[in-house]
């Protein structure tokens, strides 16, 4: 059995496709539309009851979610698609650190401000300055990072996870528009990946 991908258009999924593609493994992809993910979400629900993708399920029927340890396991499984430095090379330490940094510090909020009635129900104005007060701290957060950011890629010369994240956050909120005026070498890392042909094609299947 092949991977199996529960994916979203526009998505983190984007982030699993797009290094598939990278390592040339074959990917069954099912798309889920975004008013299906979520608490309630049918197709989802009994793979993981956040109702959230990424999930994948690997050919012996385990069932991942995570981004991050699903693109670990990656790299595991194809150490030479070239998505992180190897274990004991020098960018490492800095690779994880950035790795969990974007999915324990930028991408929850994400899951607090996107869907603001989950966590504040029937409080519409409340809803929004929460949606804004997420955003606010997400661009102080890719400030941050962008203060660590190396050239051509985030880690320097060589291409890693850090940079995929980069380019799929750099079309969601606050936009490539902010990106480009306050954050330019992080937005020159999204630009240098939505060059690559890999990227590319994911970025046309997620209509982007
Ligand atoms: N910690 C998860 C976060 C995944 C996540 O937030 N996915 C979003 C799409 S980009 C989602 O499915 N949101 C639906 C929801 O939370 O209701 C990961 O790193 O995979």
């Known amino acids: 059995m092949t991977h199996r991908l529960y994916a979203c258009r526009g998505c983190g999924s984007m982030l699993v496709e797009a290094a598939f593609a990278k390592a040339g493994l074959p990917l069954d992809i099912i798309d889920v539309d975004w008013d299906d993910t979520g608490w309630d979400s049918g197709p989802l629900k009994t793979l993981n009851p956040l109702g959230q ?7 012996d029927g385990a069932v991942m979610t995570e981004s991050a340890a699903i693109l670990l396991y990656l790299t595991e499984i194809a150490p030479d698609a070239g998505l ?25 909020t994400f899951a607090y401000g996107d869907r603001p009635e989950r966590w504040l129900p029937g409080r519409e104005d409340a809803g929004e300055a929460l949606t804004e007060a ?10 941050h990072m962008e ?10 010369a060589g291409l890693s996870l850090i940079d995929l994240y980069l380019w799929a956050m750099n079309h969601w909120r606050p936009r490539q528009a902010w990106f ?20 590319a094609g994911v970025a046309e299947r997620n209509g982007l």
Request: hydrophobic share 50%.
């Open 53 to 59: 993708v990424p999930v994948l399920v690997l050919p």
């Open 84 to 108: 992180a430095p190897p274990v004991g090379d020098a960018a490492r330490p800095q690779f994880l650190r950035w790795l969990q940094f974007l999915v324990s510090t930028v991408y929850p």
């Open 134 to 143: 997420n955003i606010e701290h997400r661009k102080a957060m890719y400030r």
């Open 147 to 156: 203060a660590h950011a190396g050239a051509p890629h985030f880690l320097g």
């Open 180 to 199: 480009a005026a306050e954050t330019p070498k992080l937005h020159a890392i999204a630009e240098a990946m939505r060059r690559e042909p890999w990227v």
